[in-house]
């Protein structure tokens, strides 16, 4: 499974960004998808997860009620809808996938296929 992150960007505090995240490849048996940002000298941080069949929904909590995780199951597809971003939202944002079942969303050790990730830049 290839992962492709696309949508990073500079942008100002306040603005709104949609990140997208193609799968590609053997894509059959994908179970969860998720979303995890590190920033310089930080380690990776959990975002936001998915699962693929079900569409259940988890959040870290510095972006709950601000992101927004969907994904289109036809289409491999996964998605981050970023709002009312802030500067400390700043770092490279890297979509994840597994086939692995009954995962710890927040653990990256709980996926095995990583895309190369796009960078978030947010202005004050």
């Known amino acids: 499974v290839q992962l492709v992150e696309s949508g990073g960007g500079l942008v100002q505090a306040g603005a709104s960004l949609r990140l997208s995240c193609a799968a590609s490849g053997l894509t059959f048996g994908i179970s969860a998808a998720g979303w995890f940002r590190q920033a310089p000298g930080k380690e990776r941080e959990f975002v936001a997860g998915?699962?693929?069949?079900?569409?259940?929904?988890f959040y870290g909590d510095s972006v709950k009620g601000r992101f927004s995780i969907t994904r289109d199951y036809a289409k491999h597809m996964a998605y981050l809808q970023m709002n009312s971003l802030k500067p400390e939202d700043t770092a490279v944002y890297f979509c994840?996938?597994?086939?692995?079942?009954?995962?710890?969303?927040?653990?990256?050790?709980?996926?095995?296929?990583w895309g190369q990730g796009t960078q978030v830049t947010v202005s004050s």
């Open positions: 998915i699962s693929w069949s079900v569409g259940n929904r």
């Open positions: 994840a996938a597994t086939r692995n079942d009954n995962i710890e969303y927040h653990k990256p050790n709980a996926y095995e296929f």
